[in-house]
Structures are given as structure tokens and as C-alpha cells.
């Protein structure tokens, strides 16, 4: 696990004069790499001059002109202000070891494939693979028809945040329904050992079993349509034959 760089989670504090132009701030920070180099830095400014610091590591207050130079000392030798000091370091460093943890952790995608109608496309048919709720943000998403990769009339979004850590995207395929065609999406994530396959299979089992399903149903309701007819039809002419006769 490497997070690039150096990631802070920032405390500001001002204090302000009569005129209400900042002359003094205060800049708390809680600065890490990993959960082993963690730095907990408290700095006073006067108007944007650095006067002192307290720096988790060296575990004391630095003063940069005479009288923070005296203050730092003085403060060196207080317990409480130091203990204090140590606690904020180790409430810094037990949210760092959260946020790297949430980090570290891959999340596999939940992923969904739904066929939708295409609209003024070339290709009457649209497959959509969506994947939710994945971190981290890396991801790829291909399409396999018959196992081999294509990549026309493939549009993809960007990955878009959920606002909680966690990412979706969609992949859509334009194409023509070809009976036994299986088409695929391929998934590539850091949650994977290996690429994921989700397969769509144009009248499966499933679907052949649905359109079986569909069609009895289909001539039961003829077969009862027809029979009211001729019931009816035959009810009819007797009552007209009546009068008549
Ligand atoms: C804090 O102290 C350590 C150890 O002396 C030093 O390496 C580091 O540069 C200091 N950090 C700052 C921002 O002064």
C-alpha cells in the first residue's frame, strides 16, 4: 500500500485585531505517508511570519524569534502542555490509521447487465454493464462478443463518485440481437485477483423458458378468446333466429 504524496487533515485558527485584519493564525495539521509516519504539526503564524511549532516527532515546541523562542522553552518544561500534545498526536494518528485503512481496501463492483432499447443508433439493441459501489476509483470495462474483445459502438461513462468513498460506472454496446451470440463484460479491478466476467447470453434457457412460458399463455388466451366467440356468436343467432322463426 503506497499513498503518493502527503495527505493532511487540516485544523485553522484565527484570532483577529480591532480593525479586523487577521494578525495572528494557527495552523494544525496531522500530516502521514502511512500509519508508521504519522506528524502531527502545530504552527503559529503572525501576520504570515512563522513564530513557533510544535512537531509531533521532535516532541516539543520550537520558537523562531526571542520571545517564542522563551515561550517554547517555558512550554518544553510543562507536562500537561506536552501530554496534551501527545494526546492530539494519537487522536491524529488513530483517524489516519482509519482513513488508510478505508484506502488500502479495495471494494469489489456490484455489477448489473440490462438490454435496453437504443435510440438513433445504428444497432436496434443496447446492452448497459454498470458497476456500483467499488473503490478504489481504477477501473476498466470491456466487452467480449463470442469471446473476443470489441471495441465498436462501445460508449463508456467516467467513473462517478457516490460521495462515499465509493465509485459507479456504465458501459453501454450498441448491437444487433444474433441468435446463440454470447456477449460478455469484462471487469477489471484492484478487488479482483483476475478480470470478472459477466455473461449475457441471448436466448438462454432462462429466456427460451420465458418465451415458452409466454407463448402458452399466449394460446390459452386465444383458445378461450375463440371459444367465447363461438359461444357467443352462436348464443346470437339463436335469439334473432327466434323471432323470425
Ligand atoms: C519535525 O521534526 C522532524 C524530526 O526532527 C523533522 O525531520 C521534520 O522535518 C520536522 N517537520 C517540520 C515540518 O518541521
Not at 27 to 42: G, M
Not at 85 to 91: A, S
Not at 228 to 243: A, D, E, W
Request: with cysteine; hydrophobic share 40%.
Amino acid at each position: 500500500m503506497r499513498v503518493h504524496g502527503f495527505l493532511s487533515l487540516l485544523g485553522v485558527f484565527m484570532v483577529f485585531s480591532r480593525a479586523d485584519a487577521v494578525f495572528a493564525h494557527g495552523v494544525l495539521r496531522c500530516l502521514f505517508t502511512s500509519t508508521e509516519d504519522v506528524l502531527y504539526l502545530e504552527q503559529i503564524y503572525f501576520n504570515k511570519l512563522l513564530l513557533g511549532q510544535y512537531n509531533s516527532t521532535l516532541g516539543k515546541y520550537t520558537g523562531y524569534t526571542e520571545k517564542a523562542h522563551e515561550k517554547a522553552e517555558a512550554l518544553n518544561k510543562d507536562k500537561k502542555a506536552l501530554d496534551q500534545e501527545k494526546i492530539k498526536f494519537l487522536i491524529c494518528k488513530f483517524h489516519i490509521s482509519w482513513v488508510l485503512d478505508k484506502i488500502s481496501k479495495p471494494v469489489e463492483p456490484t455489477v448489473k447487465l440490462t438490454l435496453v432499447e437504443a435510440t438513433g443508433g445504428r444497432h436496434p439493441n443496447m446492452l448497459v454493464c454498470s458497476a456500483y459501489d467499488f473503490y478504489p476509483k481504477l477501473i476498466q470495462l470491456s466487452w467480449l462478443r463470442n469471446g473476443k474483445e470489441t471495441k465498436t459502438d462501445v460508449l463508456s461513462t467516467e467513473e462517478l463518485s457516490n460521495g462515499n468513498w465509493y465509485y459507479q460506472i456504465h458501459s453501454y454496446l450498441e448491437f444487433t440481437p444474433s441468435p446463440g451470440e454470447k456477449i460478455s463484460c469484462k471487469v477489471d479491478h484492484a478487488s479482483l485477483k483476475e478480470p470478472k466476467l459477466y455473461d449475457w447470453e441471448l436466448f438462454d434457457e432462462s429466456e427460451r423458458n420465458k418465451f415458452a412460458v409466454g407463448g402458452a399463455g399466449l394460446l390459452l388466451g386465444l383458445l378461450v378468446f375463440v371459444a367465447g366467440l363461438i359461444f357467443y356468436k352462436k348464443n346470437s343467432v339463436g335469439r334473432t333466429l327466434v323471432p323470425t322463426g
